[in-house]
């Protein structure tokens, strides 16, 4: 009841809000509808620009006709947003007078490729028109920021296990046999490879193969030992390659090679190293889709992508490259010389391990998963008691070996890490 000058007033209230409560019920159903397209509308609206701008750019190239379009998404975007922006691109050009066909229709092929780097996304469109004519337009955008999205860090923890001590320098650690743990291994250093097994409850050596080379190594010594199905192991060294004997008792070939080393686990990508520096070239085999070329680097890491893989390179100028097949982007994460990615059965199934960058007196690695293009820790730091002088991924890529150079005792540890879940 409301009193208007003391008169207390009843059935025209009623009969007002009677007509205004009808009036909203007839019209909630819009006002429903224009409440569920508000977050997809603006989450067009964010790609309107570029999609306009990369059409223009297109027609321009093939002008009107019958085209093939093919989008594949490079970068961080969900489904949602590829899908989006697929079908806004094609109904831009479709305004400007290219017909989308399939392929055997079409007077020319559009490949569109989404990209992103630190700051953009970069949208590049590879035109193939007849034979010999190619073409390639780009255009970039800000990326979206995901104000209300926060990723949880997975509690995940580096395990540390032992596997080679020695006073001489140790370039690498290759495991042959396992049983419970390590049953047979080969330890590189620059002038041998000794081959040890695991009996009664201490390692015994059982060979010892000499590495035969003409050139004097350079002052920082590298090499890496890559166990095989058809022998036992290949080792790599600055300008020389060795290759052992499949069966017992072995022997070692050696010879000049400038092959490139294997980087990574399983992965096919390989790079040639300097051999007279302690670094690789640049030069990729067989690259990182069309990029065969990076920064003169130390190490590398691949992060897997449900439909590509990217590749981290630790550059010698301390920087970190990132290449997903069409950009060459680069930031600085207080990283050191060395990384190497893992897989395992925590947090997205694939992290990143890298050493902190410092003076050399003391070393650590930390554990980084990608949700984007920049890395997340993912663990607590382990520690060494000296520099960190190798890390290299094992075969099946689900481990590392890790040598330093212990600054107390003065020898050469070298250990095995492994992701495991946190409690």
């Given at each position: 009841m409301i009193s208007i000058q003391g008169c207390p007033v009843y059935n025209s209230l009623v009969l007002e809000m009677s007509t205004l409560s009808s009036r909203l019920l007839e019209g909630f159903p819009l006002l429903l509808v224009l409440f569920l397209l508000l977050p997809a509308t603006g989450s067009a609206a964010a790609w309107t620009a570029p999609e306009e701008e990369l059409?223009?750019?297109?027609?321009?190239?093939?002008?009107?006709?019958?085209?093939?379009?093919?989008?594949?998404?490079?970068?961080?975007?969900?489904?949602?947003d590829v899908d989006e922006i697929g079908a806004g691109l094609r109904s831009r050009l479709e305004t400007l007078g290219l017909r989308a066909v399939n392929?055997?229709?079409?007077?020319?092929?559009?490949?569109?490729?989404l990209s992103e780097n630190l700051q953009n996304y970069v949208w590049v469109a590879e035109i193939q028109q007849g034979a010999g004519e190619f073409s390639v337009v780009m255009v970039s955008t800000p990326r979206v920021e995901e104000g209300t999205f926060v990723r949880e860090p997975a509690p995940l923890v580096i395990r540390k296990v032992p596997l080679w001590e020695q006073q001489q320098p140790i370039l690498d650690v290759g495991v042959l046999e396992e049983a419970s743990g390590p049953s047979h291994i080969a330890v590189l250093d620059p002038d041998k490879v000794v081959v040890y097994r695991f009996v009664e409850g201490r390692w015994q050596p059982e060979q010892a193969l000499a590495i035969a080379h003409a050139r004097p190594w350079p002052r920082d010594m590298r090499g890496r030992l890559v166990?095989?199905?058809?022998?036992?192991?290949?080792?790599?060294?600055?300008?020389?390659?060795?290759?052992?004997?499949?069966?017992?008792p072995l022997s070692l070939s050696c010879h000049e090679s400038d092959d490139p080393w294997p980087l990574g686990g399983s992965s096919t990508l390989s790079s040639f190293f300097a051999p007279t520096r302690n670094f690789f070239t640049g030069v990729l085999a067989p690259g990182v889709g069309?990029?065969?070329?990076?920064?003169?680097?130390?190490s590398a890491a691949a992060v897997p992508r449900p439909s590509y893989t990217f590749w981290l390179f630790a550059a010698v100028d301390g920087q970190v490259h990132l290449l997903d097949g069409i950009t060459d982007q680069s930031a600085r994460w207080n990283w050191g010389s060395d990384i190497v990615g893992l897989k395992s059965s925590c947090g997205s199934g694939w992290q990143v391990m890298a050493t902190r960058a410092g003076d050399g007196s003391g070393d650590s690695i930390r554990a980084y998963e990608f949700p984007d293009r920049d890395p997340v820790p993912v663990s607590q730091p382990v520690d060494f008691a000296g520099a960190v002088t190798a890390l290299w991924s094992e075969a099946q890529g689900t481990?590392?070996?890790?040598?330093?150079?212990?600054?107390?005792?003065?020898?050469?540890?070298?250990f095995r890490l492994s992701i495991a879940c946190g409690q």
């Open positions: 059409a223009r750019k297109i027609a321009a190239v093939t002008g009107p006709g019958a085209v093939a379009v093919d989008i594949m998404n490079r970068s961080s975007l969900g489904k949602k392929p055997e229709q079409a007077a020319a092929t559009i490949k569109v490729t166990p095989r199905q058809d022998h036992l192991f290949d080792a790599y060294l600055p300008g020389v390659f060795c290759q052992s004997s499949s069966h017992a069309k990029q065969s070329l990076v920064a003169k680097f130390y481990s590392a070996v890790v040598v330093s150079h212990n600054a107390v005792i003065g020898n050469y540890e070298a």
